[in-house]
Nanobody, 116 residues
Framework: QVQLVESGGGLVQPGGSLRLSCAASVSLFSFNSMGWYRQAPGKQRELVAAMSANGVTTYADSVKGRFTISRDYAKNTVYLQMNSLKPEDTAVYYC??????????WGQGTQVTVSS
């Protein structure tokens, strides 16, 4: 019954910024964790950033210091602020929200392309 709708992807030059949004159809209080993943062509999907219900965050080493995950309970929305973007950040970015450790929902994905 949960739907996650992603937006905010697009084409940006190296060094630029984008903010991705993930709008949930239910309150974020429904989830014990929220996260962003990405998948580049020919590669496996990987965790980019995650936040637990108590606000603890984790980041992939490749994005640490450049990306920030945040949430807005009033808007039922999870965000990923991406700064200092690099060509290797090019991928489809997916939102995932976990009800439990093994029960979760995926968004449809949004394309991020970093190129000059």
């Amino acid at each position: 019954q949960v739907q996650l709708v992603e937006s905010g992807g697009g084409l940006v030059q190296p060094g630029g910024s984008l903010r991705l949004s993930c709008a949930a159809s239910v309150s974020l209080f429904s989830f014990n964790s929220m996260g962003w993943y990405r998948q580049a062509p020919g590669k496996q999907r990987e965790l980019v950033a995650a936040m637990s219900a108590n606000g603890v965050t984790t980041y992939a080493d490749s994005v640490k210091g450049r990306f920030t995950i945040s949430r807005d309970y009033a808007k039922n929305t999870v965000y990923l602020q991406m700064n200092s973007l690099k060509p290797e950040d090019t991928a489809v970015y997916y939102c995932r929200c976990n009800v439990t450790a093994t029960a979760y929902y995926w968004g449809q994905g949004t394309q991020v392309t970093v190129s000059s």
